[in-house]
Each structure stands twice: as C-alpha cells, then as structure tokens.
C-alpha cells in the first residue's frame, strides 16, 4: 500500500506540474502575442517566423539612422543655403564698392569692407556648425571644430583629426598676394597632401539605398566644409590624380566664397590706403571689383551645385524611408502569420489550462490528507 501511494503521488505531482507548465505556457502567448515558445512547438513556422524577425529588426536598424542622417543633410543643407546667400549679399556690397559714386570716400570704402568681414566669419560659423554635439561639415572627423578665421580674414585653419591619428593635424590656408600679379590673391596651404586626403573621405552607410556588396552604391552622407566652399565632391576627387586633384583644389579655393571676399577685403585695404595717401586710382579699383563680382557669380553656382546635391540625397532617403517604412508593416503581418498566436484561442486555452489547474489543487488538498496512520494498516 505504501508503494502504491507514493506511485500515485509522484504521479500526480508530475501531472499538475504539466498543467501549471501549460497555464504559463498560455500566459506568456497572450502577453508576446507568439504562438510559438521553441523550435520544437513547430519548427518549420518558428525558423521561419526567426528570418522574418532577423529582417525586422534590420528594418528598424536603417529606419533609425535614416532618421539621423536625415537631420544631418538637412542641416547641411541650411548651411549650404546660408552660405550661398553671404555670398550674394557680398556680391552686392562688392557692387555698391565698385560704383564710381562710392569708391572715391575711404570712410564708405572701410565700411564696406568691415562688412565684408563679418560676412566671411558668418560663413566660418556655419561650416563649424553642430547637429547633436557633431560638427556637420567636419567630414569624418565629427568631434573637432573644423575652422578657424583670423580677424583680418586671410588665414582660415582647418583642424582634422584623421583615423588613427592620436592627435589632430592643422592645415593653414593663407591668401597672399601673388607677387608676379599685383592685385591677384591665391591661397598659401601649409600641406596640400593632407587637404586632399581630407576631401576625398567618405561616409558611405548601408541605410537601405543601394548594395552593400558595393560600397560606390551607397549614399555617402559626409560632406567636409573644404568640399562645400570649393564645390568639388569626394567622388570628384578620388577620379582624379593627386596632382590634378590638388590643382583643382588650388583653383577653386582661390576662388571660393572665403577666397573671393577676402581678395576684395585685401583689395579695399590697398585702395583705402591709396585714398588717403591721395593716389588712388578709383577706375583701377572699380574693374577689379567688377573682375571679383564675375568670379563670385560662379562660386555662386559651385555652391548651388552642392546645395542641389545634398538636396537630392534628401530625397533619396525620403524615398528609401517611405520603402522601409511600408517593408516594416509588410513584414508585420508576415510575422503574425508565421509566429502570431490567435487572440481568442490563446484566452480559451489559458482559461481551459486554469480551470485545470484549480481542479488539480483541489485534488491536492484530498490527497496529501493521508497521515502516517493511513500507512500503518
């Protein structure tokens, strides 16, 4: 008899325990919304429903930074627009300067060039411009200021940490005049390799737009502030020899939003000078402005260039978000069918495994009521 109770009891142990481990099995696929726990409930729907989560969550993943990058390019773009409108309201100014009513009185002349150097520190604050603690036209180096600009406006340093490098590298770019063509101002950089090491960086991420099996077909989201005021992108860049490249860098700086209004700051500085020794040549000084409003109005189109391009990678990742987005709820109900549990059988079940396991305790307390005397008989 004693053998034949203990059987019953490890029996019924065994069974209730099943029931509670079915009764938690019901709560946790009313509360996940799963149908499945493991592989072993139902492999082939379970491994399926695993792919369908692993694209999900990389769905979710390029959702994500999408979003950041984003905000990213539409601050550049802000930027891009902003610095673009400087200019034309230096070319304005130029113009005003360069009017034969104007550019006989030093005083009007100094105060259109004090103007014109205001203008060229506006357009270094907004390269050194931030987006959540980075700096949007620091290219891959997104932790240091990029620029600096001395008061007078003819030495523009950028500041570049390079991957790997413990410490950031210094470039100084300064406008001097070219002593084989008074009057023509050219910029002196300290180290044009590393200048054109910085330009042709990318930041190429897989966010859904292209194939990553090919990084040239991923969006590059970098644009360095060097890119921005010389127009010429890293795409550009990389295409071209390293001497070819670093002449073109030469040009365009030469003739970039900074270097244009600082030639006509350095310019004015001479022609106020002239005026109040009294040997100013007023008509001189007027083609000259005319010469640098010329070359303004196509750094105008440079910048415009990168405006129109940033513009489009917006609209790129507008697009590739709308397809994410829309992937996203696709894959949704994919897994609903795969893993999903069905709300009204997963309450029936719960409430039929509860009902069994309240009856199980009451059988329980009936059971375990045998005392020592029951084993004695």
């Known amino acids: 008899m004693r053998v034949t109770n203990t059987s019953t009891n490890r029996n019924f142990t065994s069974g209730i325990n099943d029931v509670h481990s079915k009764l938690i099995k019901s709560f946790n696929k009313i509360s996940t919304g799963k149908a499945y726990e493991a592989a072993a409930d139902n ?3 379970y491994y399926e429903g695993k792919k369908i989560d ?14 950041d990058v984003k905000n990213r390019l539409y601050e550049q773009e802000l930027g891009a627009r902003s610095i673009q409108d400087t200019l034309s309201k230096a070319k304005l100014k130029v113009e005003f300067a360069a009017s034969a009513t ?7 002349v100094q105060t259109v060039r004090d103007d014109l150097l205001q203008k060229q520190q506006s357009i270094v604050n907004e390269l050194n411009a931030q987006f959540q603690n980075c700096y949007i036209f620091g290219g891959n180096d997104l932790s240091t200021t990029p620029f600096t600009l001395s008061e007078d406006g003819t030495t523009l340093t950028f500041t570049h940490q390079f991957p790997g490098d413990a410490t950031a590298t210094k470039i100084t770019m300064e406008l001097k005049e070219d002593p084989n063509s008074p009057g023509t101002y050219s910029y ?19 966010i859904g737009y292209g194939n990553i099996s090919n990084k040239n077909t991923l969006l590059d989201t970098y644009t360095g502030g060097i890119n921005l005021l010389t127009g010429l992108n890293s795409d550009t860049l990389n295409a071209m020899s390293d001497a070819d490249a670093k002449a073109a860098i030469q040009e365009r700086l030469d003739k970039s939003p900074l270097g244009l209004i600082g030639s006509a700051v350095m310019t004015m500085n001479d022609h106020i000078d002239d005026l109040k020794n009294g040997t100013a040549d007023c008509s001189a000084f007027s083609e000259k402005m005319g010469e640098v409003m010329e070359e303004m109005t196509l750094t105008e189109h440079y910048v415009s260039t990168v405006y129109s391009d940033l513009g489009n990678k917006y609209s790129l990742l507008e697009t590739t978000e709308s397809k994410l987005t829309l992937s996203k709820q696709l ?10 549990a069905d ?32 084993f004695m008989r």
């Open 43 to 45: 492999p082939l729907d």
């Open 331 to 340: 894959l949704t109900e994919q897994y609903a069918d795969k893993m999903g």
């Open 188 to 206: 002196d950089i300290s180290d044009p390799d590393k200048l054109l090491q910085a330009m042709r960086e990318q930041g190429r991420i897989d």
């Open 102 to 108: 104007n550019n006989s009185s030093d005083a009007t």
């Open 54 to 67: 692993n694209q999900y969550l990389d769905t979710i993943s390029k959702l994500s930074l999408i979003s």
């Open 343 to 374: 709300p009204y059988e997963a309450v029936m079940e719960m409430y039929s495994y509860q009902y069994s396991y309240s009856a199980a305790q009451q059988v329980a307390t009936r059971l375990f009521q045998s005392s020592l005397f029951d």
